[in-house]
């Protein structure tokens, strides 16, 4: 038997990755132009804490063309710090981070009464189902895995949001 004919004897049998249900997936483009974005009011002050300059500039990039006010932080112990003193309306948290984690800081958050009503969005590169949960249950509102979209984002803000636009914790 030839390479060619082994390649297509090992192909024929790999099976084929059945497609997630339809509940299951975001919404699509053509969702997403039906049912135009609420955005919080302008001047929403949101508070970014990863470690990666990357996702900083990203994040604040996204945050400011839709009319809300970036704050960053590249480290868990100086987000807390601009947390108490800036009193954003939302956090969005990374969980892997040197020196204290995401989990950490958002205990933290929860347990400090100036900042525990903070609506909190983690957000991680780890796959792990278990994390989610496990942020959930610790007091996140929301959990983003990495990579994310501008609609990822605006479609958990949009959830939080009360009847001012104002991001609130999500009640369980």
């Known amino acids: 038997m030839g390479l060619i004919d082994h390649l297509r004897t090992i192909f024929a049998r790999a099976p084929e990755k059945p497609a997630p249900p339809a509940d299951s997936t975001p919404a699509n483009s053509q969702d997403r132009r039906k049912h135009p974005r609420i955005d919080a009011r302008k001047g929403t002050r949101v508070l970014i804490i990863d470690d990666s300059p990357t996702v900083l500039t990203f994040l604040k990039k996204v945050f ?5 006010v970036p704050l960053v932080a590249g480290n868990a112990e100086r987000g807390l710090q601009i947390a108490r003193s ?5 956090v969005v948290l990374d969980v892997i981070m040197p020196g204290m984690n995401g989990f950490a800081a958002l205990r933290q958050i929860r ?3 100036e900042v ?3 609506p909190v969005i983690m957000m ?3 796959e792990q189902a278990t994390e989610q949960f496990y942020v959930m249950r610790i007091g996140a509102d929301s959990f983003m895995s990495k990579p994310f979209s501008r609609f990822d984002i605006f479609s958990r803000i949009e959830r939080m949001l009360d009847e001012n636009l104002v991001p609130r914790r999500i009640q369980a």
Do not use: I, M
């Not at 400011?64 to 809300?68: D, F, N, R």
């Not at 800036?86 to 939302?90: E, G, I, V, Y």
């Open 64 to 68: 400011t063309s839709a009319g809300y």
């Open 86 to 90: 800036a009193k954003p309306d939302l």
């Open 111 to 113: 347990r400090d009464p």
């Open 116 to 118: 525990q009503h903070l």
């Open 124 to 126: 991680s590169g780890n």
